[in-house]
């Protein structure tokens, strides 16, 4: 690789707590803001699992000065795009607008940080959409085996909880309960915006300083630290249901991103990404030859999904008809064991290496994606990580590629999972 890519961010902080981070983009008239929120799914406790997801709901919902689909109807009317989005670790919301236009974006932000409504019968026909949302998540094999998946290898962490939440606490959740999360979470000292697109620092800071400097900060709670304790034996389970096909999911735990430590262990994450292109990524990848062009599966995932306090690297295999799921599963283990062996070849490392620039490039095509990413990479730890992502996966050596592997896949950190359909049943 050999891009030298930078993103540019100024940082400015109102009394409030506020963060802003500015992201310069001139190519074109328009701009993208965000209002991340410092809550999600991990912040919940049993009993309310999936109130962060229904609150994001909610703030759709109206406010005294915005009612009820009057947010929509006024983004769509000035020719802008907007949407929400609730994770493990945060919450966030975006509009995307024309420059002459963009005010109306922070103007909606600004006010349902605050004032959001929360209609008593509004929040009942929010349950049913969730509901009915996630009865269709149920009926899905993929996510059906995903949420098992994650419920057994987290054990104590709250990442092991849906993010849409569990059933029997969706249906006894109240209106009540909504408002007190939103107004436990939702204050400029647990938030910040991200503001990306043709603006410059100067007009934008004294726009979001005329909306927000007034919004007091609010004395935030003090959640128990949870911390994972280490997998010890592998952890297996098997789910059946109406299906067409079979699936195989196995992960492992992984270290996050980290903003200390030594150069090695910090360079660990990017070293897995690196394996999991090598392992899944396009038409070369090892295990779509060893498995799709074989037609022993229809497709292969790996990644290696990183959240705020924890990482999984993951791999999903949708088998075809003509294969067993202990022996696709062999298949998979032998590739990985191979990797704790030898590292992969030079040709798969500079292949990798370029689909890993061209794709991460791509992602930060947009204001829109820009200012996502910043965010993203901004709950994660610190939004210079976005900087340091193709560098540290240049400053990975085949050698701390085979160490990583022998760290992260052994089969006491292994958790497999079987999705059995039975037809006709």
Known sequence: ??????????????????????????????????AFYRVGSRHEQIGITGISHWVEHMLFKGTPQFPKGQIARLIQKHGGTLNGHTTYDHTAYFETLPKENWLIGLDIEADRMTNALFD??????????????????????????????????????????PIIGWRSDLERMTRDDLYEHYRRFYAPNNAFLVLSGDLTPEEALSEVERRFSDLAPRELPVLPEVKEPPQRSERRIRVK????????????????????????????PYALHILADVLGHGRTSRLYRKLVETQKALSVWVGNSIHKEAALFS?????????????????????????????????????????EEADFLRSLDGVTERAYHVGAYEILGDWKLLNAHLPNLKAVTPDLLVTAARQIFTDTNRTVGWFEPTKGQ
């Open 1 to 34: 690789m050999t891009t030298e890519f930078v993103v540019t961010v100024t940082e400015h902080t109102l009394p409030n707590g506020l963060k802003v981070l500015l992201v310069p983009a001139h190519h074109a008239p328009v701009v993208s803001v965000w």
């Open 120 to 161: 008593p019968q509004e929040t009942e026909l929010e349950r049913g959409v969730i509901l009915r949302e996630l009865e269709m998540y149920e009926n899905h094999p993929e996510h059906r085996l995903f949420t098992e998946l994650m419920a057994t290898a987290f054990q104590v962490h709250p990442y092991r909880n």
């Open 241 to 268: 249901g109406h299906g067409e096909l079979p699936l195989l999911a196995m992960t492992f735990h992984a270290p996050t991103y980290q903003l200390n430590g030594d150069e090695t262990t910090h360079l660990v």
């Open 315 to 355: 791999v999903f295999v949708t088998l075809t008809g003509q294969a067993k799921l202990a022996e696709v599963e062999d298949i998979v283990w032998a590739e990985l064991a191979r990797l704790t062996q030898e590292p992969p070849t030079p040709e798969e490392l500079e292949r990798t290496l370029h689909c």
